[in-house]
Nanobody, 122 residues
Framework: QVQLVESGGGLVQAGGSLKLSCAAS????????MGWFRQAPGKEREFVAA???????TYADSVLGRFTISRDNVKNTVYLQMNSLKPEDTAVYYC????????????????WGQGTQVTVSS
C-alpha cells in the first residue's frame, strides 16, 4: 500500500480559497489513481474529485467548476485547489489511492490519509 499525508486545511471565509496537498510514499506514485473525499459531521464520506494514473479527472457535481484536482508525479503529491468555498464545503477532507483507474466509491480505494479539516465560515 501507499502511505498518504494530507495538509493545507484550515479556516476560511465563504468565497475564499484553500489548496490541499497529499504527499504519497511507499509505492510508484504514477501507477496510482488519487481521490479526494470529504466527511461532514453526521454524514457519510462522499466523493469530491479524482485523477487517474493517466490524468483523467472526475468531479462531484457539487464542486464542479470550483475545485481542481492535479498531481505532480515528481513530487509524489496530489493537490486539490478549492475556490469559491461555501459553508457546505466544511468537512474533513481525505486523500485516497488505488491502482490505475479512479472511481467515485470510497470502498474502491485501499489507502487513506488521516484527513485534514476544512472549515468555511459564512
Amino acid at each position: 500500500q501507499v502511505q498518504l499525508v494530507e495538509s493545507g486545511g484550515g479556516l476560511v471565509q465563504a468565497g475564499g480559497s484553500l489548496k490541499l496537498s497529499c504527499a504519497a510514499s511507499g509505492r510508484t506514485f504514477s501507477n496510482y489513481a488519487m481521490g479526494w473525499f470529504r466527511q461532514a459531521p453526521g454524514k457519510e464520506r462522499e466523493f469530491v474529485a479524482a485523477i487517474s494514473w493517466s490524468d483523467i479527472t472526475t468531479y462531484a457535481d457539487s464542486v464542479l467548476g470550483r475545485f481542481t484536482i492535479s498531481r505532480d508525479n515528481v513530487k509524489n503529491t496530489v493537490y486539490l485547489q478549492m475556490n469559491s468555498l461555501k459553508p457546505e464545503d466544511t468537512a474533513v477532507y481525505y486523500c485516497a489511492a488505488r491502482l490505475l483507474v479512479s472511481t467515485t466509491r470510497p470502498a474502491d480505494f485501499g489507502s487513506w490519509g488521516q484527513g485534514t479539516q476544512v472549515t468555511v465560515s459564512s
